[in-house]
Structures are given as C-alpha cells and as structure tokens.
C-alpha cells in the first residue's frame, strides 16, 4: 500500500526506526486502569468506569466497550500513561484507523466521542475545549456526524474536520485518517468520505498521547453510554531517527 501522499512505493509501518505504531485489539482479558487490553492504558474523568468484556462478534474479533456513566458530563478517557507522541517531523505520512460500533440500547443522541492521539490526558476534544487533537469524533451537540478531525483551539474556527457522515448506532464500520504533506483524506469502510488540504489546525509542536475518550452529554434516560472497540491503528512517522 503506497503511503498516504500516495507516491513512493509501498512503506514498511512496522519499521520502529522509521514510524510508531501502537496497535490496539483489545484481545486481552483485562480491562481496569492500567491494565487493559495490550497497553498500558490510564483510566481518568468524572465517575470514569473500566472497559467492559465482550465477545466476539459479526463485524468483529476482540472486543471491549468503553463505557461513560449515566450522569451529566460523565466521561471515561483512555490514554497512555505517559505521553507516547512526539512527531519530530510533524504528522505527514500518519494513519489513524479505528473500527467500533454503538452499542444498541445503550447509546443516545446526547453522547460523544474521540478515537486518535490527544496534547497531553487531561481533557475531553470537546468543540468548546482548548485542545489539540487529530483523529476522529461524534459530538451531538455539533451535528451528530462522525467527522475526522484536525483540531488545536476551542471552536470551531480552530477545527478542519472531515465528515465521515452521521453515526450508526447498529453497525460495525472502519474508519481511516490518512494525512500526506500537503492533504488529509478520511474513509469509511474503505470508500473515500473527503479530503482537505487546510493542515493549519495541526499542532506538530507538542506532546501526544494515543487516546480514546466517551462523554455524556445529557443524562436524559439516566443510562450508561457504551461504545464497543475491535480496533485502533494509529502509525506516527519518527522521522528516520
């Protein structure tokens, strides 16, 4: 597969002198703060609440929910515990792919979500939230759209967002974030979405940390928000080293 600027020849991504990879198939039992799945994965936020243990299923291989609570702005994020990213020659030729699923019943119009690498494990990639991120999002309050992101403010002015069309509460889907030196372009399940060539909302000069995050926008039904994971893919070049 050619790399994301789409010349070069096929790139060898599992080379750790050329690019960091942490791939996620959440194919381990555990799944408390700090032990779940693979990786060493810090659970933080307001009443966060572990993974929950699925098995497998169509559309899937291993699988674990992350969950939020049942209150207003409950959220649970998943990081690493230290900060895994620092991309010294900024974030052209990185994937992010992900593939997850709504967990039906227990996933509502008033829920978020971030997948992809977060400045720093304290915040939520929220619209209203100062934050850098790049990776992908559903935020109901915005349009309720699975959207791939490049974000480094709080508004929408400080967002180039990709729509990777609106959430499926029911259905496995793939989705994809490739970013050359001069575009980035998003896919579901394989079929391009868009692309845009605006990159000025990346911040290359920070910190990073593989993240995964589930917000609960309203308590309306008084209910857990479930998100199911089968994987996450996120390939950052080194920079040769």
Known sequence: MPGPGGGGGPRDYNDPLLYYRMLERFTSGNNANLSAAHHDWQRAGANS???????????????????????????????????????????????????????????????????????????????????????????????????????????????????CGAVDPTSWHTYQLRIGANSAAAYRDGVLMGSTTDLSNINSAAAYSCHMMIYNESASGASERHLKMTLMDIIIPTGGW
């Open 49 to 163: 609440i572990n993974m929950g243990l699925v098995n497998a299923e169509s559309g899937s291989m291993a699988v674990k929910v992350i969950k939020a609570g049942a209150l207003t702005a409950d959220v649970t994020r998943w990081s690493m515990f230290n900060l895994d990213i620092y991309p010294p020659a900024g974030f052209a030729e990185s994937i992010i792919t992900t593939r997850l699923c709504p967990v039906a019943g227990a996933f509502n119009d008033d829920t978020a979500w971030t997948i992809g690498v977060q400045q720093g494990t304290g915040l939520n990639s929220l619209q209203a939230t100062a934050s850098s991120f790049i990776g992908f999002r559903r935020q109901s309050t915005v349009d309720g759209n699975v959207v791939a992101l490049l974000k480094n403010g709080a508004d929408a002015g400080n967002e180039t967002s990709i729509s």
